[in-house]
């Protein structure tokens, strides 16, 4: 492709690249290396505590809310 960063390449040349790297490992075999890092319950349940969002005080509630959407 003569193009040496990603930057400068036009959407059909990084498509290219791409389609060409898949018939690479499919080709060779390769199986994709999908990586989980173990976690343990409580740091599971940790992060949905920190990721939890409350709606602020007065805000309808998703009844309300249907029932607004259902009457208009």
Known sequence: MGT???????VEELK??????VDERIRQGEQPQITVKKRSL????????RHR???????????EMI??????
């Open 4 to 10: 040496e960063r990603i930057v400068d390449m036009t």
């Open 16 to 21: 290219g690249l791409i389609a060409q790297i």
């Open 67 to 72: 029932r607004e959407d259902r009457d208009s």
């Open 42 to 49: 409580q740091e599971i349940m940790d992060s949905v505590d």
């Open 53 to 63: 969002w409350t709606p602020p005080p007065g805000s309808p509630s998703v009844v």
